[in-house]
DNA sequence: GAATCGACCAAAAAACGAATATAGTCGAGA
DNA sequence: TCTCGACTATATTCGTTTTTTGGTCGATTC
């Protein structure tokens, strides 16, 4: 299987570069040093090598999140580690990125199974957090499924695309204050 | 005045249902019931005209959240009815939700200042329920204007373009969920 | 003088048809 | 089995023409 990685590393680098739309199989044909027609002998469709690189891609994040939240210890770092990674991961893996953001691409049906999966995952990731957040004594929630939903929600103001401008170690503190808040509220205790 | 009025008025419905690049000049007159040439005496571009609009909006927007908030008593109140009142009018006032979300509308300089605008007195609001609240010993924090921005970052989430279908009562309960977090926090009180 | 609008203009947008590019197929050859 | 040149239907791009649009100007009316 060789052949195949080749065709997802050139693909992953092409899709990367110019976006599924603009690359065309013709071009990750030649950089696989390839022709064309054998592309199909290895993938179905321009679709599913598509498919196949977002898949890659999915399980870098997955892994790098995970083994990060496995180097914490309590369940607010872990939340931490959770946020941190994915953001930076999301910052450098471009094909997962365009297949969770990018409109264009929205009326593909496997970007849409791909999207439902990245949100299903990501609740599930946090549930399991705040679980043993409530296990050990340190979190009180009655909803986990809910609040689960209510962190990723606020988290996703995080990548809202901002119309104006705001500088970087803005969106640093704001990440500590949202976990601030998140952790101890503003109600005085 | 009450020719500039009916212009405000015809180019709000207009530009409501067809989007500020839609809508022409002439398509306004007509519904005015005057020629073309003559809005030029009232205003002096269609961007004038769509910044009438917008600021007539934010006028009614601004108004409607300032009443609900004043019917509150409790810091809690009325910062949920900030976020239900301005949610509730956005989704009516098409020509303000346009001008602060339509990624086509960007690139003009009043729509930035209109949204940099609309950012600050988010902030303003949210800050001065934060104060009261802190002033009457409800809250505690220690950083009013992080908090305010943090709280708005996550407000965002709620208005994040999901890709994936949401249903709607799962909003109202998100929303509650979120206060709910946003006042106690998750870690054991 | 203020308000109105038909005629006009430059530039932008839309429409159109031809040319080119693209994803995918097929069959011959190694 | 793997490779790829030749091929096809369709999509995209391109250049040109036509139409539309925002805005202006000057004559007319009140």
Redesign the pocket.
């Known amino acids: 299987m060789e ?1 195949k990685e080749n065709i997802i590393e050139s693909a992953q680098k092409l899709f990367s570069r110019f976006g599924f ?9 030649k950089a696989a ?17 598509f498919r196949e690189v977002v898949e890659k891609e999915r399980q870098i994040l997955s892994g790098k999140t995970r083994e990060a939240i496995e180097r914490e210890n309590t369940p607010q770092d872990k939340i931490k580690a959770f946020i941190v990674t994915r953001m930076e991961c999301l910052s450098e893996l471009a094909n997962i990125y365009d297949a969770l953001k990018n409109e264009y691409l929205e009326h593909y049906a496997f970007i849409e199974k791909a999207r439902a999966a990245n949100f299903r995952e990501e609740i599930e990731t946090v549930k399991a957090i705040l679980q043993d957040g409530v296990n050990d004594g340190v979190f009180e929630i009655y909803d986990i499924e809910l609040t689960s939903f209510a962190i990723i929600t606020a988290l996703k103001g995080l990548e809202y695309p901002w119309t104006i401008e705001i500088p970087s170690h803005e969106i640093e503190k704001n990440i500590d204050k949202l976990l601030d808040i998140l952790f101890n509220g503003i109600v005085k205790r």
């Open positions: 052949k739309l603009k690359t065309t199989v013709d071009e990750i044909a040093r390839m022709g064309k027609a054998s592309i199909y002998h290895y993938f179905k469709s321009k679709e599913d090598i």
